[in-house]
């Protein structure tokens, strides 16, 4: 009788959890998909049972599974890994002292289970065959389904898979185990997930020695040991999936291999995620004081209802800002999450030296945590309502919900409500608003519920129809559909006729925006043609207004940060000289008045002032104008540069020239504000002639002559004082301008000083 011997299994890693299937493309054409066997499981620091710690001890990213300049180019799949900020970032968050006991989640960190060439560290093609097989029902072990890549003993991946009344299952009790000596463990997805686990683990366990780890470990030497183990982390999991190719094996014939399936999960993962927004994670941030201000503005907003003697309505605001964050892409939106960010945080957080007249705003305002060293606990007095100890220990990043409502309620009294009035109050927006309002209003008596969505339920509904709409168009054109072509030509001008409607409304919203914008004009006739409508010119300039000043975040800062600003500068002086500290909601309401009486026009030849200091010198009738460039506009006197959020001081200082408060001291401080500023734009525009001078006449500024520099002064003089004359602003002081260039003294100019 032959001795039978039994061949003993090399699986040397056993994981449970679940499984299920996906398919990958192969990329050639007439070829089938070929199925992902894919498994759930998770993995994090506990290591009471040894599973966690089994697979971390095999888990690796690609640069120390493979030497990469071995490998061909081909069989690169993952980037270099930015420690930097796993350490900085992702560490901080599995460690967080503020939500010691949470659940810490990450999307899946995706692996695949990679053969590799016999004596030789490089992935191979394909797996060893792939068998399936039946095993009866034991004493100890229902029946089960195995999947097998190699014979007994020379096995890569086994399946398991209790069978259950003749079902496979594949949620309960189903193992997957690997033979760790002949496969490696490839992240496609999350190796910067992985790492941040990776990292305390070998922290804690010392497992850096590696010849290709070492080269990291600086990276993560700040979280020691001691550091690790005062959190509780048999609570930190991250969920993994192994993904296996049971059709990839010996007895595979195409073109497609393994490293090849690999790279299109990967190109899948990476081509076709959405990084979440920036405003949408603001929304989101449980852990930051000035998110959770934000969030009580929009709360505030989105209870306006039917009775609200105004227009604004949650929808004028944009939520998701994709793209360039500092721009308004919904047409309905007013302002956005990243425009009343970037307004709050500056509230709260200067430190009263960072809008120093025009001059850009400074510092960095995203890294400011301390709420007492800039005054923002002082400016929501906090001390009395929190106390001492809670006020100094509280963190723009570390508070308590308790604390947090406290201070939001304050904030709410002292700046909430005001901002969330001035787009109520500002006549422009509120002509906006009710534009909106009305075209959902026509929307819903014309029962479109296919425009109502698009343009009113979140802004990335919209944007999602765009791209279906062009995605289907493009695919008609590729011949992607070969058969049901008509039925899905007629969905696509369905989807077209859906668009032309919504430009039909947004072209008649932004005609209705103009009427209410010049609802107080006179003689409204001028503004419209023989039928009665508004004149495309007007629409376009009213547009381009709301487009690229009113809606920007730099008109919108400069219209509450300047208000604010001033504000608390004559409050702090009130105190101090012992006089009336001034109403803040009476003089909020007189600055906005003032505000209107310039923005709003109340007849043509307002109108032609507004498109003066925006646009140009407008030449000939409204019916049929034509604008002349000057030297004498907001841009051309104030500010010459990209208006970037940080310039809003800009704007601040157009507003200060027209608003002439009624209190005494914060008349003060305007008025001392605005010669500030006057000085400095005076200053700019001055240098800015003169380097156009001596560029034109080939010269060297040293070597102008006294009589040069004073035709230079005259010229931006003059220039200046039109800008003023137009806006209807006090004219400017000659002396003053000329101490303000230092070159010209006072008795000395070509041109009569008035130059207005």
Request: one cysteine or more.
């Amino acid at each position: 009788m032959a001795l039978k011997l039994r061949k003993e299994s090399v699986l040397n890693l056993t994981l449970e959890g679940s499984t299920g299937s996906f398919s990958v493309g192969t990329g050639v054409e007439g070829q089938r998909s070929i199925e992902v066997k894919y498994f759930l499981t998770h993995v994090g620091l506990d290591f009471s049972t040894g599973f966690d710690e089994a697979l971390l001890s095999e888990l690796a990213p690609v640069r120390e599974i493979f030497d990469v300049n071995q490998l061909d180019f081909d069989e690169i799949m993952q980037r270099d890994i930015d420690d930097s900020r796993v350490s900085s970032e992702l560490i901080p968050y599995l460690l967080d002292d503020k939500s010691i006991d949470l659940v810490k989640l990450f999307p899946p960190i995706v692996v695949v289970v990679l053969p590799v060439k016999e004596d030789e560290n490089r992935p191979d093609n394909l797996y060893p065959e792939v068998i399936k097989e039946i095993l009866p029902e034991s004493e100890d072990e229902p029946s089960k389904c195995i999947i097998r890549s190699g014979s007994v003993g020379q096995e890569v991946f086994q399946f398991e898979q209790p069978i259950d009344e003749g079902k496979v299952l594949k949620h309960d009790l189903v193992r997957l185990r690997i033979n760790t000596h002949k496969t490696r463990l490839v992240i496609v997805d999350g190796q910067h997930r992985a790492m941040a686990l990776l990292a305390l683990y070998r922290n804690l366990k010392d497992q850096w020695s590696d010849e290709k780890r070492a080269p990291f470990k600086e990276y993560y030497s700040e979280w020691t040991p001691k550091f690790i183990q005062e959190f509780n982390l048999k609570e930190i999991n991250l969920p993994i999936i192994l993904c296996t190719f049971p059709k990839l094996d010996s007895k595979y014939v195409g073109d497609l291999d393994l490293k090849k399936a690999a790279r299109s999960i990967f190109l899948t993962l990476n081509k076709n995620a959405r990084k979440v927004s920036s405003s949408r994670n603001i929304l989101l941030d449980d852990n930051d004081l000035i998110a959770y201000f934000l969030r009580r503005c929009l709360a505030d907003i989105k209870r306006k209802d039917l009775r609200s003697p105004s227009s604004l309505r949650i929808h004028n605001v944009e939520l998701d800002q994709f793209g360039d964050k500092l721009r308004i892409q919904s047409p309905i939106a007013i302002t956005g999450v990243n425009h009343l960010y970037y307004v709050i945080e500056h509230l709260l957080l200067n430190s009263g030296s960072e809008a120093d007249g025009v001059k850009p705003r400074s510092g960095n305002f995203s890294i400011r945590k301390n709420l007492n060293t800039y005054v923002c606990m002082d400016r929501l007095d906090g001390r009395n309502l929190l106390g001492a100890e809670i006020a100094t220990s509280t963190q723009r990043d570390k508070f308590t919900l308790d604390t947090a409502e406290k201070l939001g309620g304050s904030f709410d009294s002292h700046y909430g409500h005001l901002i969330v009035s001035l787009f109520e109050k500002f006549e422009l927006y509120e002509a906006h608003n009710r534009a909106v309002l009305n075209l959902e209003k026509r929307i819903e008596e014309n029962q479109d519920r296919q425009l109502k969505p698009i343009l009113f339920e979140g802004q990335g509904i919209s944007r999602v129809f765009e791209e279906h709409r062009i995605n289907l168009k493009r695919k008609l054109v590729d011949g992607i559909y070969t058969t049901k072509v008509p039925e899905i030509q007629a969905i696509a001008s369905r989807l077209d006729a859906t668009a032309k409607r919504i430009e039909d409304g947004i072209e008649s919203f932004r005609s209705e925006r103009v009427e209410l914008c010049i609802q107080s004009v006179s003689d409204k006739t001028k503004f419209k043609n023989s039928e009665g409508k508004i004149l495309p010119q007007v629409i376009r300039w009213f547009g381009e207004l709301f487009e690229n000043r009113l809606t920007t975040v730099a008109f919108q800062s400069g219209l509450i940060c300047g208000f604010f600003g001033e504000f608390e500068k004559a409050s702090n002086e009130a105190t101090r000289s012992g006089r009336e500290i001034p109403l803040i909601e009476e003089c909020f309401d007189e600055y906005l008045e003032q505000l209107n009486t310039f923005f709003v026009p109340k007849s043509a030849s307002q109108f032609k002032k507004l498109v003066r200091v925006f646009t140009g010198e407008m030449s000939g009738e409204l019916s049929d104008w034509s604008i002349i460039q000057t030297n004498q506009t907001f841009r051309d006197v104030v500010y010459r540069g990209e208006m970037q959020p940080d310039q809003w001081t800009k704007y601040k200082y157009l507003f200060l020239e027209l608003w002439k408060p009624s209190n005494e001291v914060l008349s003060e401080t305007v008025v001392a504000e605005q010669h500030k500023c006057r000085q400095q734009i005076y200053s700019a525009l001055y240098n800015t002639y003169k380097a156009n001078y001596c560029k034109d006449n080939s010269k060297l500024e040293d070597s102008l002559e006294r009589s040069e520099l004073a035709a230079i002064f005259d010229r931006s003089f003059k220039a200046y004082s039109s800008f003023l004359k137009t806006i209807g602003a006090e004219p400017l002081n000659e002396d003053e301008m000329k101490k303000a260039t230092s070159e010209i003294p006072a008795s000395e100019s070509n041109e009569p000083s008035s130059g207005d």
